[in-house]
């Protein structure tokens, strides 16, 4: 018996797939999901007012078409007065699953980039006295500045290099990916206890210290050794 695909017929029409270029390659990655560390390097939970020694890892989340590929310029958010950058690696996995090994975690990373979890920090605050979900200080659209990825099939799984970032030439924003708590084969480890991974899904792993505020005008520009660079203006 010959099967028949019947399409559905939606009432509206189906948003665009997300996706993100891929260096060098005509191809883009398709993204299911983007899931943030907080708090991952000690320096920047210190910062934050938190023991780094003292707490589990904690995962937020942005919605897949805040991220915003290849930009070149940031568009300030509204309802806010305190835009913050945070530069990050960012992770794209082609496998996914429940319950991980750390061990074998690396075989489902596709590939890196270098990206920014910009933040509403003036409604974060607000949201953190109150209790409240974060989704209104992180979610917003363009919130997830994002480089074209590179595969890990040429770079490898960096464990180490620098990650910096600068406003107006001046430097904010520096450390090492060893300087991660939970580096990227436990991130992937213990977040597939808590979800599903599937393939497509962006993992945002974590800034070191020196967050701050950004201006209309401003011109950010970060680093990831290995992976890549970014420049963004703001708007």
Sequence with gaps: MRRVTVKPDFVIAPPAQVSLPIRGSDKRFPVHRVYCIGRNYAAHAVEM???????????????????????????????????????????????????????????????????????????????????????????????????ALVPAAEIGHPTEGAIWLTVNGEIRQQGDLNQMIWKTPELIAVLSQYFELKPGDIIMTGTPS?????????VMEGHVDGIGDLKITVR
């Excluded at 937020?60 to 991220?67: A, I, M, R, S, T």
């Excluded at 930009?71 to 699953?97: Q, T």
């Excluded at 006295?129 to 200080?137: A, D, L, Q, T």
Aim: overall charge negative.
């Design 49 to 147: 007012g938190h023991d780094p020694d003292k707490e589990p890892p904690f995962f937020f989340q942005k919605n897949p078409d805040n991220l915003f590929a290849d930009p070149d310029v940031f568009p300030y958010p509204d309802r806010s007065k305190d835009v913050h950058f945070e530069i990050e690696m960012v992770v794209a996995l082609s496998g996914g699953g429940k319950d991980i090994p750390g061990e074998t975690a690396n075989e489902l990373i596709w590939g890196y980039g270098v990206g920014l979890d910009m933040t509403r920090r003036d409604l974060q605050g607000e949201a953190k006295k109150m209790g409240r979900p974060w989704e209104v200080g992180k979610a917003f659209e363009g919130s997830a500045p994002c480089t």
């Design 210 to 218: 020196g967050v701050g505020a950004i201006q209309r005008g401003d």
